[in-house]
């Protein structure tokens, strides 16, 4: 279950510095690396973290493809008298996520440091932080471990009994939320598996290359600083997507013939591939809606039938926080009006 972003950790370490623009992606070479989640405890009946009512809270971002498929993964299964959510503003700036809109400067702009805390700027489904009315994500961290040095990442599932990080890695939060509260659910709920034994190589299978290409190759494109960097990115992507529209030939779900995480994976990435990677991250060789009309209507039927899907997807956060945060790539922090729709209807 380990590993997804286990490949580059240390290389990343020293740029994750808390005195370093949190904003600078890319390596000398022009790669953009992900680094590794740190906290990698589960809920688990009998464990440290045991299934409880009330007891953990998700902090997300609306605008986050990785936390976005817990909050897909949540409803699906149920889990809202579990885990509480709390919401990021959509901007994040030199200090990371933020619970607050960050003071603009006196032309309107957001400026380069962000240490103050701003006006709400009318951006809805922002919560701010429930528990510690934290300014910064970052403060989450530090309570927990004032030494951390790596990155300050959504989503963070905390538990509110022992005030700690349970875990800051999606693809393991979303698999023991998959069983973990199965004994407190109802049958409807409990029968919902999304990761079914006997299609977990198909889904361990997919999700490698998946995660590579797709879901971690937009932003390996988007964030490339080099020519050669950016077209072995984003190549790779849309040979990826070719691969994908054709598994979907004739078929309703990614793997099997039933929902399951790997359709939840893909969903968040594919989602905002349109509205925001066409254009933001380069990735414009084709659109979801002209080039791909089996994933097209997957991405449909996934967004209009399923309310799970649908009630967490939130284009405002999702294309404010991409055109807004990055100026090295989108400096006057315009956001484009279009595609219209978002996404289109069934
Ligand atoms: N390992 C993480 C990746 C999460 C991640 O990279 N989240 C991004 C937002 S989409 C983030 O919080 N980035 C802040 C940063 O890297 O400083 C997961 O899948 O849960």
Redesign the pocket.
């Not at 800051?168 to 693809?171: A, D, F, T, V, Y």
């Given at each position: 279950m380990s590993g997804?972003?286990g490949a580059h950790e240390g290389e990343s370490k020293a740029a994750a510095g808390s005195k370093q623009d949190?904003t600078a992606w890319a390596s000398k070479d022009g790669q953009f690396r992900?680094?590794?989640?740190t906290f990698r405890d589960k809920i688990e009946v009998g464990g440290k973290y045991p299934p409880e009512e009330g007891r953990y809270v998700l902090y997300v971002?609306l605008?986050?493809?990785?936390?976005h498929r817990t909050l897909i993964v949540r409803k699906l299964k149920g889990l809202e008298k579990f885990i509480d959510v709390a919401v990021v503003h959509a901007h994040?700036g030199a200090l990371?996520?933020s619970f607050y809109p960050p003071v603009r400067d006196q032309d309107g702009g957001y400026p380069k440091t962000q240490g103050e805390v701003g006006e709400p700027d009318g951006l809805a489904e922002v919560t701010g932080d429930p528990l510690y009315k934290s300014k910064f994500l970052r403060e989450l961290y530090f309570r927990v471990d004032p030494n951390y040095s790596g990155?300050?990442?959504?989503?963070v599932l905390w538990d509110k009994k022992t005030e700690s990080i349970v875990n800051?890695?999606?693809?393991e939060?979303i698999r023991f939320m998959n069983s973990e509260f199965d004994s407190l659910l109802d049958e409807e709920h409990v029968k919902l598996d999304l990761y079914p034994e006997a299609l977990r190589s198909e889904i361990d299978d997919q999700n490698k290359w998946v995660y590579d290409t797709v879901n971690n190759g937009v932003y390996k494109s988007g964030f490339a600083t080099t020519q050669q960097a950016y077209e072995d990115n984003v190549v790779p992507l849309f040979k990826s997507l070719d691969r994908l529209e054709k598994m979907l030939e004739g078929k309703q779900f990614i793997a099997g013939d039933q929902l399951t995480e790997a359709d939840v994976r893909l969903y968040t990435t594919i989602i905002r591939f349109d509205p925001v990677y066409y254009n933001h991250f380069k990735t414009n060789i084709g659109t979801i809606r002209h080039r791909y009309p089996n994933l097209n209507a997957w991405q449909k039927r996934l967004y209009w039938q399923n309310d799970a899907f649908k009630s967490t997807t939130n284009f405002d956060h999702i294309k404010r926080h991409y055109f807004e945060s990055h100026p090295q790539i989108n400096p006057t922090r315009v956001v484009p009006v279009g595609p219209q729709p978002h996404i289109e209807h069934l």
């Open positions: 997804e972003h949190i992900r680094q590794a989640s971002s605008a986050c493809p990785w936390a994040m990371g996520w990155r300050f990442t959504v989503p800051n890695e999606s693809s939060i």
